[in-house]
């Protein structure tokens, strides 16, 4: 069983930081991509920004220069620092992770339950 748990989401006003966390646990040989979704309410859920496992980084024109995606291999942890936030960042954030939870098995795709991040104007 592979759990992700997403961390950090909450209210600041236009122009502030917030930093996300999500860990992965439970029955993991590899992790492949971490990255992070988000979805507007009415909306479908769109990639904000991955990483690959050697590092390697790439994030959608809206949140470049913005939001730096970072991973810990050690900690089978995903962070996003979100720098100078804008209303319409507003959304539920998910985590997603690429696992393989044993030597022999595929990579499956995880998802974490969300997190509210909410911008004030």
């Known amino acids: 069983q592979v759990q992700l748990v997403e961390s950090g989401g909450g209210l600041v006003q236009a122009g502030g930081s917030l930093r996300l966390s999500c860990v992965a646990s439970g029955s993991i040989f590899s992790i492949a991509t971490m990255g992070w979704y988000r979805r507007d309410p009415g909306k479908q859920r769109e990639l904000v920004a991955y ?6 980084t790439n994030y959608v024109d809206p949140v470049k220069g913005r939001f730096t995606i970072s ?6 942890t995903v962070y996003l620092q979100m720098n100078t936030l804008k209303p319409e960042d507003t ?3 998910y985590c997603n992770a690429v696992i393989r939870p044993g030597p022999t098995t595929p990579y499956y795709d995880y998802w974490g339950q969300g997190t509210q991040v909410t911008v004030s104007s």
Not at 51 to 56: C, Q, Y
Not at 71 to 76: E, G, I, S, W
């Open 51 to 56: 990483i690959t496992n050697d590092g390697r």
């Open 71 to 76: 991973r810990d291999n050690a900690k089978n």
């Open 91 to 93: 959304a539920v954030y």
